[in-house]
């Protein structure tokens, strides 16, 4: 049925999940998408196919329900799996935490546990440097300490690479990566997927993007007061389709069996730090307009700084950051303007 590995990717109709679709399909892979829409519409699904020129498979499936997870795995060859279907919103995650541990713990637990039994070998979770918290020292290694997490979502990141790295000792028959993604933004070149957040934005360059477009009032700028050298946050945004090209490199690392350890770990940033107000800027400048924007307090449970060492990244994956913080912020208002020219 299928020439080329297959690849499943839980949650391919979601923001991330849809360029990692687009990179493997270019690459040479099979795709089975399973998502259950239940934090995105259609329309990246849709964008995804329209990039491709061609039908890209679509199961619609909860990966919390164990048996309908096990019989997608029974019923295809699934050369990997990469889990991207898990709730990521940090401040919702603290009103209601145990809407985040059943989401994001359950479906980890029936696709790892289902890989295993169907012979699925290669497993690819998506973590984030919110493991690391607020470290001492930056740039961040892989080998950073993980501090506790101040939020469900983080703790679910910690606990999911902690059962997949479990579940890879135990019998020997899965291996797995994990990803720890810094800032992901940015959209495809060709603007037909990008970030679609529900309701208000919590993440910074939607909140930009959707200002800059009249969908918002003003930016505000959560701290000027930080000790960095302009006084707002610094972090390591990574472009989405940089980001979905570490997939790719890691799924052929596991299925070419070129793993040096049953459970790895990378770092995928761009190894720069970027400051919050340096962002509003570039974006300002590089497309050509003025945002409305303002500085206010901090944010609770934001931290002051964090960048990435991408060096092993780049040694044993061979991949590197290539698109510039400009062509990314322009790709994001040209997805933006995209939307709005759908309306
Ligand atoms: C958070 C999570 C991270 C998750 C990411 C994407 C933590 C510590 N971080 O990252 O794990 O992967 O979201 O979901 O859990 N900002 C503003 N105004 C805004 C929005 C943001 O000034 O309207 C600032 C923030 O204060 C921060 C920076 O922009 O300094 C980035 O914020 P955001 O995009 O929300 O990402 P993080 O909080 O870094």
Known sequence: MFDKPLILVAGGAGY??????????????????????????????????????????????????????DNLFAT??????????????????????????????????????????????????????????????????????????????????????DILRDVVASKGLVRGIALRYFNPIGAHPSALIGELPRGVP????????????????????????????????????IDVVDLARAHV???????????????????VGTGKPVSVMQLVEAFERVNGLKLNYKIVDRRPGDIVAIWADTSLAEQKLGWKATRTLDETLASAWAWECHLAEQK
């Open 16 to 69: 991330i999940g849809s360029h990692v679709t687009v990179e493997l399909v270019e690459a040479g892979y099979e795709v089975l998408i399973g998502d259950n829409f239940s934090n995105c519409d259609r329309t990246c699904y849709e964008g995804v196919k329209q990039i491709l020129g061609r039908e890209v498979p679509l199961v619609e499936i909860d990966f919390c329900d164990r048996t309908a997870t």
């Open 249 to 267: 490199a890691a799924v052929t690392r596991m299925v070419e069996d070129k793993m040096e350890q049953p459970y790895e770990i990378f770092n």
């Open 202 to 237: 919590n993440n910074l360059v939607p909140y930009i993007t959707q200002t800059a477009v009249g969908k918002r009032q003003m930016l505000s700028i959560f701290g000027g007061d930080y000790p960095t050298p302009d006084g707002t946050c610094l972090r390591d945004f």
């Open 76 to 161: 295809y060859p699934i050369a990997a799996v990469i889990h991207f279907a898990a709730f990521k919103a940090v401040g919702e995650s603290v009103t209601e935490p145990l809407k985040y541990y059943r989401n994001n713990l359950l479906s980890l637990l029936n696709v790892v546990e289902s890989a295993e039994r169907h012979g699925c070998r290669n497993i690819l979770f998506s973590s984030s440097a919110t493991v690391y918290g607020e470290a001492e020292v930056q740039p961040v290694t892989e080998q950073s300490p993980r501090l506790p997490a101040t939020s469900a979502y983080g703790q679910t990141k910690q606990m999911s690479e």
